[in-house]
Structures are given as C-alpha cells and as structure tokens.
C-alpha cells in the first residue's frame, strides 16, 4: 500500500504481504521511505537466503560464541538433521510455509535411531526444533526477519520423568564407588555424587579439580546452564566421594571425572553415558537408571523434607519456582510430611473438639478446663476475647 499522507501531516507506511506486515506513522516522508525500503529489503534477503547459509552466519557469530560449549556442541549435533532436510529451503519460505517444518516433525518421528534401533524419543526431536529456533532467533536480531516464527510451533511432548532413586540402588552405588576397577568406580562416584549435592550431569561432567575445595566443603560450576556460575555446599558423604575421585585422577587430568580422548590425544570432560551402560550392563543399575534421577531424587527428598524453596534453588541452579516443580516427585507419605500432616490434623481436632462444647453452650472457662483434662496444647481462644481482656487490663 506504500507510504499515505495523513490529515495529520504525518506520513503512514503500510505494507502487506505474505512475508512482510508493516504498520507504522513517521513524522516525516523520508522517515516512511527509509522504514518501507527496509522492510522489503528484508523480505528479499529472506528470500534468498537459505537455511544452510544462515547457520554459517549464525556459527561466525557472537551470539553463538557467547554460548556454553556444552550448549554450541549440543546444537552443533541436532541442528545436522535439520540441514539435511531443510538446508536447502529459503528462511522466508520457511516463514511463510510452516507446514513445511511440521512434515519435517512427523517424518522424524518415525525415524528408527542407528544407535538404540528403537524410534527416535520426544526429546531428540524437540531439540532438533530449539537448535532450528535458535538459528532463526538469529535471523530475527539482524532484522532479516520480524519475528522468530519456529516458537509457535507445536513440538512433540515429552513424558514427564518420575524416576527417583531406592536405597538399594544408592547402596549398589555406594559399594561400586569403592570398586578397584576404576572404570566401575568413577561412575558410581559421578552418580552418587549427584544425587547428594543435586547438580546437573552436565555440570559435574565438566568439574575441575581446581573448583573442588574440599576444607571449606564447597565446589564451583562454571557457566552453568543459566549462564552462571553456581557455588554450591558439599555435604559429607559427597566429600567422602569426591575424596576418593580426587586421589585417583591422573596428574595431568583438569577434570574430578574426565575422559581421554585417543582422537585429540587429550582430557575432555567425561563421557558419563558411556559409564552408565557400563553399570547397566553388569545389573548394578536398573535399565531404566539415568544419571539426572539422583537430581531428581535430591529435590524429591528436599521437598518431603521441608526444606524451602529458596535454599533448593541455589544447591541446585533452578532460576524460578516453576522449573523446580518440574522434578518435585515428593511422596505426602514421607515420614517428614506425614509428622507434618499429623500435627496439622491434631489442632484440627482439638479446634472441633472445643468448637463442639461451645456450640453446646459451655462457657469459655469450662472449654479451658476440659481442654486441660483432654491435654489440648492450643486450646481454642476467641481472638475478640482475647484482645477485649487486654485492654480492659490497661485500663
């Protein structure tokens, strides 16, 4: 529709089409040109340049140089697939063609994995789809692109994890940790340690030596997953551990648990699924046993435990509540709670109890007395009562 002049005096741009929606008023002309030469400038680079192109773009760039290691490796490796498939699209044809992605979704889905010959989980393709939305995010702050339209995309759901820990399993655990073959030792330590101080796997993978600081009970994670580094307690039976690991880590090793790498001739962080096939293998864990159920057992067993919140969330390196509720599998039948809920349902009935003799018309001294025969530790007081006596005594 171009650029209008108002009864205003102001100018107004509009643009609609089928990659570009543009609505805005300037103060003057060449203000509406400029912003209407850009909006169709971006349209056009959208519709050149391809998905293959805009992931080297987005590779060379400092938004992904800022990233985790962890985080570049891990869209490195999902984003492969994708090119694959859609490489070759151009961005804005994918914009203006999102059925596109969503064939893309339901062909992966059915795909049989090389590795596990089971079909690709929930998960793996949910992440193919954040590695593709972070590529387009990229696209979306150079402005080759208004807005990223990957995050309205329906992704497959994942089941929610319910997996704790037994204490057979972490008694399993804790005699390996003490196996002379270190390949059982080290990742019965990983997991055990895991489940005491309730990190992430991914956090203690790449713990160094020089972070552990086992006479002040702490130990530091570096650029974490939020972007942060976290200083976390170590409690007694994580120190025992970590003793343990420490003294049998070769000298030349940065990492508490570490891998060597025969392809770079070098220590990289360990590789801890490797580990736990290994025990799973051997029947030391269950085959349904993954390394993030000790988080999961360490939060559970926080929150039966009434420990706030607040406290759980700087162990562990939740950023709000909610992402915290995500792996609250506390039982109410916990010793903790049931003691809690108990007491809870003691007052109640004391407060029925006392509730009742009013209602049958006894006075206030008599509800004290039988309250003191029945050994009611908080019996009932009217609060008006109360607060009517205390003033009648400053008088």
Avoid at 68 to 90: H, N
Wanted: charged residues 30%; aromatic residues 6%.
């Amino acid at each position: 529709m171009g650029v209008t002049l108002q009864s205003s005096g102001k100018y107004r741009v509009q643009i609609r089409r089928k990659n570009v929606q543009l609505d805005a008023v300037f103060s003057t002309e060449a203000e509406a040109k400029e912003a209407e030469a850009k909006a169709l400038s971006r349209q056009s680079r959208a519709g050149s340049l391809t998905l293959d192109r805009l992931w080297e773009m987005y590779v060379g760039s400092t938004q992904c140089g800022d990233k985790s290691e962890q985080t570049r490796a891990t869209e490195r490796s999902r984003i492969k697939p994708v090119l694959a498939q859609l490489g070759k699209y151009a961005l804005g044809e994918l914009e203006s063609n999102t059925s596109i992605i969503y064939e893309y979704i339901d062909a992966r889905r059915k795909v049989i994995s090389s590795r596990t010959g089971k079909r690709l989980s929930n998960s793996s393709v949910r992440l193919e789809i954040a590695a593709l939305s972070a590529v387009v995010e990229f696209a979306k702050r150079r402005q080759i692109i208004r807005a990223n339209f990957v995050t309205g995309i329906s992704r497959p759901a994942t089941a929610k994890r319910k997996r704790r820990v037994s204490s057979r399993e972490q008694g399993q655990l804790q005699i390996c940790a003490r196996n002379s073959d270190l390949r059982f030792a080290q990742i019965a330590r990983f997991l055990m340690v895991i489940r005491h101080l309730g990190c992430r796997p991914g956090e203690l993978k790449s713990l160094r030596v020089s972070s552990v600081n086992l006479e002040r009970c702490e130990l530091t994670f570096f650029d974490t997953k939020n972007g942060k580094d976290r200083c976390v307690h170590v409690t007694s039976d994580a120190a025992q551990l970590l003793h343990l690991q420490l003294n049998d880590v070769q000298k030349d090793c940065p990492y508490v648990f570490g891998s060597w790498s025969s392809s770079g001739k070098k220590w990289v962080p360990y590789n801890y699924a490797s580990g736990v096939n290994l025990l799973r293998e051997y029947g030391i864990i269950d085959k349904d046993y993954a390394a993030h159920a000790g988080r999961r057992e360490f939060i559970s067993r926080a929150i039966e435990s009434n420990m706030s919140y607040g406290t759980i969330k700087k162990q562990t390196g939740h950023q709000s509540t909610q992402a915290l509720e995500i792996y609250d599998e506390g039982l109410s039948t916990a010793p903790e709670i049931r003691a809690e809920l108990d007491r809870l349902a003691e007052k109640v009935q004391g407060e029925n109890l006392l509730g009742t003799l009013d209602a049958l018309g006894l006075t206030p001294e008599l509800q004290q007395k039988f309250g003191h025969v029945l050994g009611l530790k908080d019996s009932w007081v009217n609060p008006f009562d109360e607060k009517s006596n205390k003033i009648s005594e400053k008088r």
